[in-house]
């Protein structure tokens, strides 16, 4: 049972939980709003759906580190939430009681705090992960009664699409590098392999002689970076895992490539054999190949362009080519979504006119080579 008193102040709505203890909800400003809070209190207590408005007062920290404690992901993902939670989240809501945050504070906190200062899809990210947070304390005994991020309206702004290039300017900007850096541009553009999977591939998983192709590998198959450190780990997804086959000009290019790197454990590394960080190589090879060089007559070239977008680049090449839909699904490890790619099928055949079709675009468009006398120096 709840009812309505009133106070000096307005109206305050009392009610007994169930251990006996009588509640109090306080700042109802006409008696009408107390009187339909109560009916709300009494109608959720009799169909079962009431929700101890004193578990409400477990602070988002305290929440926090229940569901921290409850999940297990990925290193390189929890790195992302963790860094998420610890710059953004708990930045803004650090001491704030669950029942105590808001759809239009939330909405507020969007726009006015992360938009201004963040890219947007940064922004969607940190939202998708505060909403799980939150939604999870809902679905806990009820610490809160609805989550506030629930029917969020933001209005994103779409994403541009992504640039790609054509085989000359892809091998213009791999000629602009030295030549371990110039090949994993054009190893990249022709696989379309994610920075990951090719700055952790190695040798075991790249086989050059018969049926020559890269193999991705279920528990190492990607170089990841998690707290400033690099290891290899899992894919991005399950259907990362596969089998990336080779056009016969690449096939020269690396095994020429592992002749004069015997030792080497990976592929493409940087300073003294060790692993390429994202940032570095694109601070010392990409960003200087896209600007140019005016005294070497480079002009500039492609600059919006990220190292991902050979990725682009490859899936556009393969439309070009009317590579079957499957194959480009299972080529650049997406998932199959819809009914028939569940019921199509790579086969050899595909496989051949695929790489057919790239080793043309090498012997027409492109052949790339470096100068020596360049000086380049070691990543």
């Keep these: 049972m709840a009812w309505v008193e009133e106070r000096g102040d307005g109206f305050r709505v009392r009610y007994r939980l169930k251990d006996g203890t009588v509640f109090t909800e306080k700042g109802f400003a006409t008696r ?16 079962h759906q009431f929700t101890d408005p004193r ?26 939430y963790d860094s998420h939670i610890r710059n953004h989240i708990l930045t803004r809501w650090s001491g704030t009681a669950l029942g105590d945050i808001t759809r239009i504070a939330v909405k507020g906190w969007v726009n006015k705090t992360l938009r201004p200062n963040l890219a947007d899809k940064s922004v969607h990210d940190i939202l998708v992960l505060f909403s799980m947070i939150l939604g999870e304390a809902v ?23 992504r640039p790609h290039a054509t085989t000359d300017e892809v091998d213009a900007l791999a000629g602009r590098m030295p030549p371990d850096a110039g090949l994993m541009t054009i190893t ?32 190492f198959g990607a170089l990841h970076e998690v707290a400033g450190r690099l290891e290899l780990g899992p894919p991005k997804t399950p259907a990362s895992v596969r089998a990336v086959h080779l056009p016969p000009f690449l096939v020269d290019l690396l095994t020429e490539h592992r002749e004069r790197n015997p030792d080497a454990r990976f592929v493409f590394t ?11 190589f694109r601070r010392r090879f990409w960003l200087p190949a896209l600007a140019g060089d005016e005294e070497r007559g480079w002009a500039p070239l492609k600059q919006e362009m990220h190292f ?58 492109g052949g790339w080579t470096w100068d020596d006398s360049q000086g380049w120096e070691a990543a």
């Design 32 to 47: 009408r709003e107390a009187d339909n809070r109560a009916a709300d209190v009494e109608s959720d207590q009799r169909r």
């Design 308 to 365: 991902h977008d050979l990725r682009h680049t490859h899936a556009t090449w393969l439309v070009e080519d009317n590579v079957p839909r499957i194959l480009r699904l299972v080529r650049l490890g997406h998932k199959r979504k819809d009914t028939d790619d569940d019921y199509s099928h790579v086969t050899d055949a595909m496989v051949e006119t695929t790489l057919a079709a790239l080793q043309r675009r090498w012997e027409q468009d």
């Design 188 to 219: 990249d553009a022709y696989t379309g392999l994610r920075w990951g999977e090719l700055a952790g591939l190695q040798w075991i998983r790249t086989y050059l002689d018969e049926d020559p192709r890269i193999e991705i590998d279920p528990k």
């Design 55 to 80: 578990r409400a007062r477990t602070t988002i920290d305290e929440w926090i580190r229940e569901w921290s404690d409850a999940h297990r992901v990925a290193d390189v993902t929890w790195a992302t």
């Design 270 to 280: 940087g300073a003294n054999g060790g692993l390429h960080r994202r940032s570095n």
């Design 139 to 161: 679905d806990e005994g009820g610490l809160i009664g609805t989550n506030p991020c629930r029917k969020l309206r933001i209005n994103f702004e779409d994403r541009p699409e």
